[in-house]
C-alpha cells in the first residue's frame, strides 16, 4: 500500500500532462481528497455534486488513478473514416473556411464543417452530428485568442523547459521563494462577457464615459500561493522599488527569485543599487520578451477582472479599490486554491 506521498507525488504526475478537461477535475479530486479535503469542500471547489465525489474517490480506492478513465459506448458506425477525420480535424486547425474555398469566411462554424464534409466526403450531416464528430475529435467551440507575433518562440520554449524547471529548487534550499511579479491597470469599466440574463434581452450597464481606475502590482507565490499586492497612483520605477521593498518585507528571511517581465520600469537605473543591496536575498528572471503567457500573474488579473471587474461599471475609483481589496482578501484565505487554479499549468 502506497503512502499518502507516494499518492500524491503519482497524481500530481498525472495532473501535470492531462489535457482532458474532465479527467483533470477527477485526478484534482483525488488530490483534493489525499490533501484532507472533505468531499463537500472537494464538491465546492470542482463545481460538482458530493454524489460525484464519492463516485470518483470509489473508483480511486478500487482501481486506483487507471480507474477514473471515462469509458464510453461505442454507439453507431462513424461514417467518416479515422484518415477523414484526421484530414478534417488538421483542416480545421491549420486554416480558416477562406482558405478552402469558402469566400470571406473566416470562422469554422457548425454549417460550414458540415457543408465541408459533403463537398470534400459525400457525406451528409445533421448540425447535431457535426457537433458531435466535433467532440469525438477533441475539438471544442473555443474563443482565439491573440499571441505577440514578435514573441520569440525558440526562448520561450527554453523558459519552460530549461529555465523554469531550473528554478524550481525549493526542495533542496537554493531559493527559499519563487514569485511570479506583473501589474495591471484595473478601468472602471474593463470589458463585457457573456452573463445569464432574460431570453431574448441583453443587460445594459451604464457609464458616464469617463475613464478612470487604478494601478495594481502583485507577486504570486508559485509553492506557497501567497499573493503580496500594492495598489499604486502610477507605474514607474520609484513605484516598483517601492514594491519590491513591501516584498522583500512580506519574506524577511530567505532567498527570494522574482520572475518577471521586460518593463522598462524592471531596468530602471534607480533599481540598481537597491538590488546590489540586495544581492543572496533577491534575484530578478526575465521572461522572454513578448510572453505574458508565461506569467502565471496574468491568472490573477483574469480571475479578478471575471469576479469584481467585468460587467460593472463604477462611478469612483474609491469603488474598485474597495472590491479589489475584497477579492484580494478572499481569495488569499485559500491558498491552495489559488494553486490549484494559477499555478497548476507550470
Known sequence: MKTIEEQLRDVEQRLK???SRRMFERYQTVKLYLLGKTNEDIALSIGRKEST???????YRQDGLDGLEMKF???PPEQLSKEQQEKLKKIIIDAVPHDVGFTAK???????IGEYIHREFGKTYSLRG???LMHR??????????????????KQRLFVETTFPGLKKLENGEIDHLLFEDESMIRDYQ???KTWFAKGKQRVIKTTGKHRGVKLLATLDYAKGKIVWKEDEQYNAEAFLVFLKQVLAAYPIGKIVMVLDNARIHHAKLLRSFLQEQAGRLELVFLPPYSPELNLVEGLWKWLKADVINNVFYHTTVEIRKNVGAFMDNIMQDPMKIIDRLCIRM
Open 73 to 75: 459506448s461505442p454507439g
Open 191 to 193: 470589458a463585457l462577457q
Open 53 to 59: 465525489v464519492s463516485t470518483y474517490l470509489r473508483r
Open 17 to 19: 500532462h492531462e489535457k
Open 137 to 154: 475529435m477533441s475539438l471544442s467551440y473555443t474563443k482565439p485568442t491573440y499571441t505577440l507575433a514578435a514573441a520569440d518562440e525558440e
Open 130 to 132: 457535426v457537433s458531435k
Open 106 to 112: 473566416f470562422n469554422w462554424t457548425l454549417q460550414i
